[in-house]
């Protein structure tokens, strides 16, 4: 419920509007956390700092906003569905025969 709609044909993606799907107090957090964030990358040199600032140069700063609140409700669900601690340094692998 945090990214956009998309609707693409042709090779031409069209984004709409974020829907309002789910727990409105939790997402209005997501989003606050998420200005926060962006607000004082320029402070921080973590790879999710450098990130945030790199995207925020290309989108702007609306959608570094929106996409840092994305990025972080994914981290959470991950977290939270296996159980495990939160790993910053974390690199994802490339699966098996894939």
């Not at 840092?68 to 409700?73: F, G, I, V």
């Amino acid at each position: 419920g945090l990214v956009p709609r998309q609707r693409s044909s042709g090779g031409k993606s069209q984004l709409g509007g974020i829907t309002k799907r789910g727990q409105t107090y939790l997402r209005m957090l997501l989003v606050q956390a998420a200005k926060s964030a962006v607000m004082t990358a320029h402070r921080r040199d973590d790879r999710i700092s450098r990130w945030v600032l790199a995207l925020r140069e290309r989108s702007g700063w609306q959608k570094a906003v929106v996409a840092l609140a994305n990025k972080n409700a994914r981290i959470l669900w991950a977290v939270m569905t296996r159980g495990e601690a939160f790993d910053a340094n974390h690199v994802s692998a490339k699966p098996q025969g894939a």
